[in-house]
């Protein structure tokens, strides 16, 4: 996952635990979280 970290200069990895292939609908409000933080820092 940070292969490729030196190509985007505002790159910024989030890992969310327990996270599955349905990450917003099983954890809708970490991923909002994760949004909001993004838009508005």
């Given at each position: 996952?940070?292969d490729f970290a030196?190509?985007f200069?505002?790159?910024?990895?989030?890992?969310?635990?327990?996270?599955g292939?349905?990450?917003?609908?099983?954890?809708?409000?970490?991923?909002?979280?994760?949004?909001?933080?993004?838009?508005?820092?």
């Open positions: 996952k940070q030196h190509l200069g505002a790159l910024n990895i989030v890992t969310v635990k327990n996270a292939h349905w990450l917003h609908q099983e954890q809708t409000e970490t991923v909002l979280s994760i949004i909001r933080r993004f838009i508005a820092p």
